[in-house]
């Protein structure tokens, strides 16, 4: 009896050793690399890749389909994407799971902490678009009456924006938890009659502006520049106070309107120094507001594939991208 | 997807309980004369008191944050976590490269043949028609980084849940002390997890395989365990009576006893995988749940169903491939089983050598399907003529704002005025008139759990859209259940259509909602009821259907109408499945929570989604823990004790 169960033991042991051993033999033994992850999906059949991260505004996934066409079709690599929300995706960054991070509206603490402290990512330097966020009116709203587009006037309209879900004060809708956001302080310290709904994802509060504005209805909503949607609901910035550095330092205390911030992009830091042609490419992209907003209309209104998209902005803005290129 | 489809006869007899219902109430009634006032004098306020509340936030953030430091240097994660990650990457890599080599036909030919070798011609044909479907959507490179994900996920959720499920099989001990580990596994909505898991193991494929088999394993470990503890004993004490030692009675008696319920476990093991593949694409995983995601970022309908379409294929093949196999398991076996595995293993083998040598292993760009137009123009064409202004019903906003005023905002409003120890009773209350005082310690233990981590607010707020969620499920239900169980054309129709509303990803009808509801709590509770109808409506059909014909014949021959028939006869018998039912409907209801957090429904959904946008785990994993206690919660009050006992997946 005592004889068996020592066998069983032996053997279990010996089951365990073996599992372990061949998951070392499988790994390559000795330390794993946290910070060398690449996607399995990645290098695929001997191809040179790079992958890239979306985020999930159209804005973003504009700037990845003009750098995916060109490495593809001009520098011949393979480009796998992912979409990731802001924060993990500097995560993803940092651990070499994405090569790079085309569009950044300011992470101070994730800088701090990747860029500075760790120097696992490095700056890709600006992509040549200023980013606003603010709060907005349908202007066919606004021009019938100009002074909502002052905060202190908002009271006034807000029996014309309350809907079902605001409570019986005005619905100021705000977007994606993964956005930048002070709405909740700002309709607290302004002392508004505001509820802040969250819509809980663009998709959804892009449903609901477009849904809203075919009725023409007033609305009010969080909102931010540069957006394709404004092509299609054109839309007016109501004023709040005006912005001056430090005054939203303190989250809880903040009175005033949203900076402008001038985008960036963020590399990997192994692939900052060992991407050749790609990593070049992607430091030198840079182009504006109106550029991007042209192939983000195409991919979101015209419902055009981001490649096909890309193709069409790239056959006819050679001069721009052949510079980065060189 | 996690139904369970057993129903166990129930004996309890209203006239006998009548005393004891008494007598727990008036009990309860003491207890609360006692204990009210006490606490009313303490902690006199509605919503629970502050003082009896623990912040977690601190801890946790600072746990974040030694992960993130020590990630690349400690030896935890450079010798043990690191290396289970790149076993994940490296396995999927294999998986995924075979799948490539095999090229589009070799893997069409190779899943064909298995589904003929394992179920039968029809099938065969179904699976190869579902591959070449996937080709055509333009979606083949997805598809297949989607199925390298899933073998691997799938295999380890299969081991580790049959290695949880022997240990459960074999000792009383551990099955109790696994039952309620594997009930959390299931409860915890994947999306608050997703976050820590990420954090350990990394972005991407690693964490989503990881994350899968936390939802993945439970239903293979609890079959495994069913299977193992439901073996015939007369065939194990013979087994037994030839001297055959503990591990031999295991392999050569137990194990394949209960290989109908290992198969079945697999079967829901892959469906439950499938669920995660979309969730698992926040994380940055990639395959086809990337393809729908991206797609919700363009609010585009179209392309989302294109990459959903893929996984349902995927999805009903595997599950009626799995499921024909288990059926087949107990017929004799045909005479020249192998050498027909030779034939189809030779015959794949041919096809994906001819496709590498034609030069056509990717599949061909010119032979895609774009079927995003025509259904984003239906799309557009549903919500602008349904939205608003329709004549006499109005339209579907002022339905929306409709149910949010007069049902959820009354049911929120009531539940958050409760003063807090009032809700702790109602829930004793329902839980013990159902059940035993100990699943009444256990509901208000999960109810208080909510106070103590301070989102008793959110959680109300979440409860009155799961309550009314459920009741218009039910309702919905209920009707098309009885319908189907009536006729079998009915049945024979729903079929696809329940197959397709549970296997789609809710993200594809993320935007349809918004658009017909608006944003808001209403959309969310339509996510939830369009997720949580179709295992409302098989359990109740099924119930109906099994309820005794005997029974309903001498009915019959009574000359009772067939309202009668189902008022009298068929609707109190049945009515174990119909409890049932209720339970299913709102576990999978809590399920879709985090959605309704997506399309404006706040509360604990939101919460969860925004820690994991904003890489804050306090947020996260807090709502998360309060989405479990509802749903142990919900579970106690609404299932019988005794069912509980003989409960599978």
Redesign the interface.
């Known amino acids: 009896m005592r004889l068996?169960t020592r066998r069983?033991r032996a053997s279990r042991t010996t089951a365990v050793v073996a599992g372990v051993s061949s998951?070392?033999l499988?790994?390559?033994c000795g330390?794993?690399?946290?910070?060398k992850?690449?996607?399995?999906?990645a290098n695929?059949?001997g191809a040179k890749t790079v992958t890239l991260?979306?985020?999930?505004?159209?804005g973003?996934?504009a700037n990845v389909a003009v750098a995916q066409y060109l490495l593809e079709h001009e520098l011949g690599y393979r480009v796998?994407?992912?979409?990731?929300?802001?924060?993990?995706a500097?995560?993803?960054l940092s651990?070499g799971?994405?090569d790079a991070l085309m569009e950044d509206w300011g992470h101070p603490e994730e800088e701090q902490?990747y860029v500075k402290d760790?120097k696992t990512i490095v700056p890709g330097g600006d992509l040549g678009v200023t980013g606003h966020i603010g709060w907005y009116v349908p202007t066919y709203f606004a021009k019938q009456h100009p002074d909502v587009t002052d905060w202190k006037n908002l009271d006034k309209y807000a029996d014309r924006m309350r809907?079902?879900?605001s409570?019986g004060k005005g619905q100021l809708?705000d977007g994606?938890?993964?956005y930048v956001t002070n709405d909740k302080a700002l309709v607290d310290n302004l002392d508004l009659d505001y509820q802040v709904?969250?819509?809980?994802?663009?998709?959804?509060?892009?449903?609901?502006i477009k849904?809203f504005a075919?009725?023409k209805k007033p609305f009010l909503t969080y909102w931010y520049s540069p957006q394709w949607l404004f092509k299609k609901v054109p839309m007016t910035e109501v004023k709040l106070p005006e912005y001056k550095e430090g005054c939203d330092a303190d989250p809880e205390k903040v009175a005033c309107a949203y900076p402008h911030t001038p985008l960036q992009k963020y590399l990997n830091a192994d692939f900052a120094k060992t991407g050749g042609e790609a990593a070049a490419l992607l430091k030198k992209f840079k182009w504006t507001t109106e550029d991007q907003n042209e192939v983000s209309l195409m991919?979101?209104e015209q419902?055009l594939s981001p490649e096909e998209a890309a193709k069409k902005w790239a056959d006819s803005h050679e001069s721009t991208w052949k510079a980065w290129l060189s | 997807m996690a139904t369970v489809t057993t129903a166990a006869p129930r004996i309890a007899v209203p006239g006998v309980l009548k005393h004891p219902v008494l007598r727990k109430l008036l009990l309860l009634a003491l207890a609360a004369a006692v204990l009210v006032p006490l606490a009313n004098a303490r902690w006199a306020s509605g919503s629970w008191p502050a003082a009896l509340t623990v912040d977690f936030s601190d801890q946790l953030t600072k746990a974040s944050v030694w992960i993130?430091d020590n990630?690349?240097s400690h030896p935890l994660?450079?010798?043990f976590?690191?290396?289970?990650?790149?076993?994940v990457?490296?396995?999927?890599?294999a998986v995924?490269?075979v799948l490539?080599a095999a090229g589009w036909a070799g893997v069409t030919a190779a899943a064909s043949l298995i589904a003929w070798r394992v179920a039968g011609r029809r099938l065969a044909a179904g699976t190869g028609a579902a591959f070449l479907a996937c080709g055509f959507l333009g979606m083949w490179i997805p598809t297949m980084?989607t199925l390298?994900l899933m073998v691997v996920a799938v295999l380890a959720s299969v081991v580790v849940g049959a290695l949880l499920g022997l240990a459960a099989g074999l000792s009383d001990r551990m099955d109790r002390i696994l039952r309620p580990v594997l009930d959390t596994m299931q409860v915890l909505p994947a999306y608050a997890y997703l976050?820590p898991v990420?954090?350990v193991f990394?972005?991407?494929?690693?964490a989503a395989v990881l994350a899968t088999v936390v939802y993945a394993a439970p239903p293979m470990a609890r079959l495994t365990a069913l299977g193992l503890r439901g073996a015939d004993k007369e065939v194990l004490e013979a087994v037994e009576s030839l001297g055959a030692?503990a591990?031999q009675r295991l392999l050569t008696a137990r194990i394949p006893l209960a290989s109908k319920e290992l198969l079945l476990g697999l079967n829901q093991t892959i469906m439950m995988a499938l669920s995660m593949a979309v969730i698992a694409?926040?994380?940055?995983?990639?395959g086809l749940g990337?393809r729908v995601?991206?797609a919700?970022?363009?609010?585009?309908v179209?392309?989302a169903l294109a990459a959903g379409i893929p996984i349902v294929l995927l999805a009903v093949v595997l599950d009626r491939v799995t499921g024909a196999a288990g059926e087949g398991l107990g017929e004799e076996p045909q005479p020249n089983g192998r050498a027909r595995w030779g034939y189809a293993l030779a015959a794949a083998v041919v096809v994906a050598v001819a496709g590498r040598l034609a030069g056509r292993l990717d599949w061909p760009d010119t032979w895609t399907l774009n079927i995003?137009?025509p259904v984003?123009r239906a799309v557009d064409w549903m919500?602008?003529h349904l939205?608003?202004g329709v004549p006499v019903i109005g339209g579907t906003?002022d339905w929306?704002?409709?149910f949010?005023?007069w049902v959820l905002?009354p049911v929120r409003d009531t539940l958050q005025w409760l003063p807090w120890w009032s809700v702790l009773l109602i829930v004793a209350a329902l839980a013990w008139l159902i059940g035993t005082w100990r699943t009444a310690l256990t509901a208000v233990l999960a109810m208080t759990a909510i106070g103590v981590l301070g989102v008793w607010t959110p959680s109300l707020d979440t409860l009155s859209q799961v309550l009314a969620a459920v009741a218009v499920t039910l309702l919905l239900g209920f009707a098309t259940g009885i319908a189907a169980a009536r006729s079998d054309r009915v049945e024979r129709l729903l079929r696809p259509v329940l197959d397709v509303f549970q296997t789609m990803p809710q993200f594809v009808y993320?935007?349809p909602v918004?658009?017909l509801f608006?944003?808001?709590?209403?959309?969310a509770v339509a996510a939830a009821v369009v997720y949580a109808l179709p295992a409302v409506v098989r359990i109740t059909t099924q119930g109906l259907r099994q309820v005794d014909q005997a029974a309903l014949e001498s009915a019959r021959s009574l000359g009772a109408t067939p309202a009668q028939q189902l008022r009298q006869v068929q609707l109190p018998l049945a009515r174990p499945a119909l409890l049932l039912a209720v339970n299913q409907g709102v576990v999978l209801v809590l399920a879709v929570v985090i959605i309704?957090?997506?399309?404006?429904?706040?509360a604990l959904?939101?919460e969860v989604?925004?820690g994991?946008?904003?890489?804050d785990l306090a947020t996260g994993l807090v709502a998360g823990a309060a989405i479990v206690c509802l749903g142990l919660m919900l579970d106690r009050v609404t299932q019988p004790t005794e069912r509980r006992a003989k409960k599978g997946a």
């Open positions: 068996r069983t998951l070392a499988l790994t390559g330390a794993a690399d946290m910070t992850q690449a996607s399995p999906f695929a059949q991260s979306v985020q999930s505004w159209v973003a996934q796998d994407t992912v979409q990731i929300d802001e924060v993990p500097w995560d993803a651990q799971r994405v902490r760790k809907t079902a879900e409570g809708m994606s938890p993964s709904v969250f819509a809980g994802s663009e998709a959804a509060q892009i449903t609901q849904q075919k009725e991919i979101a419902k | 993130i990630r690349d994660f450079v010798y976590f690191g290396h289970i990650s790149n076993a990457v490296i396995c999927v890599r995924y490269l490539l980084q390298a976050l990420v954090l990394g972005m991407g494929v690693p030692t591990r694409s926040v994380i940055g995983a990639g990337d995601y991206q919700l970022g363009s609010v585009d179209g392309a995003a137009e984003n919500t602008d939205y608003s906003a929306a704002a409709h949010t005023t905002d993320l935007i918004v658009a608006g944003v808001g709590r209403a959309p309704g957090g997506l399309v404006g429904g706040g959904g939101y989604v925004a994991l946008a904003q890489g």
